[in-house]
């Protein structure tokens, strides 16, 4: 397959302003645990042209019940091992990968460029602390997050909802592994597609939910 073949497959689907638009996207992925692999897939597979990876962690036996990476990533770089998967289905997308543990310090130039965040942390105060951080210090930028997602209730009390003018929150906002819940893929990943999808349409110049 060669890019005018992915491009042309991207057009019929999608339509060529929806096409010209996702593919000149930048998108951060802050965190690429259950969220943010999930996120980053979703988008790939969607057209997004440009996507910036960042997380410091390694894949473990533990991410593999919800995050999107296989047997065959132990060990390696988060980074790595999903910039690897998103390329076997998006081989022309544009990847860039930073290996480093995001902090107030280094928050807003890591993701100066984008056009929007996608925050995918699993601890509420690193969520807190890139929300703040961004929303004070890159008014450019418009910060999806996510918070409530743990278990195996009801898939309808996921939703999206809009905070702030530059701040979305999807998830339920109150089933958290601290409470004892644990992260199963299907809850995970339905939060992941509210962030995806709320996304793609902030791109595409909508911003109600």
Not at 72 to 91: D, V, Y
Not at 170 to 181: A, P, Q
Not at 185 to 199: D, G, L, S, T
């Amino acid at each position: 397959m060669t890019k005018h073949d992915y491009d042309a497959m991207l057009i019929e689907r999608h339509g060529q302003r929806v096409f010209e638009t996702l593919s000149r996207a930048y998108v951060g992925i802050a965190g690429l645990g259950g969220l943010g692999s999930n996120i980053a897939m979703m988008l790939a597979r969607s057209g997004v042209g440009h996507l910036l990876l960042v997380d410091f962690d390694k894949v473990e036996p533990s991410n593999l019940n919800r995050q999107h990476y296989i047997v065959s990533h132990l060990g390696l770089q988060k980074t790595e091992a999903l910039k690897s998967l998103i390329l076997q289905a998006n081989p022309f997308i544009h990847l860039d990968t930073i290996d480093t543990y995001i902090t107030e310090d280094n928050a807003s130039d890591i993701f100066s460029g984008c056009d929007l965040v996608c925050e995918a942390f699993d601890k509420a105060e690193n969520k807190a602390m890139l929300i703040n951080t961004l929303l004070l210090q890159n008014p450019q930028l418009t910060v999806l997050s996510g918070s409530g997602m743990a278990g195996y209730g009801s898939s309808n009390t996921i939703r999206t909802e809009k905070v702030m003018s530059r701040l979305y929150l999807c998830g339920d906002k109150t089933s958290g592994i601290e409470s004892g819940i644990s992260l199963m893929a299907p809850r995970v990943q339905i939060c992941a597609a509210h962030e995806a999808n709320m996304a793609l349409r902030l791109l595409l110049g909508i911003e109600e939910v």
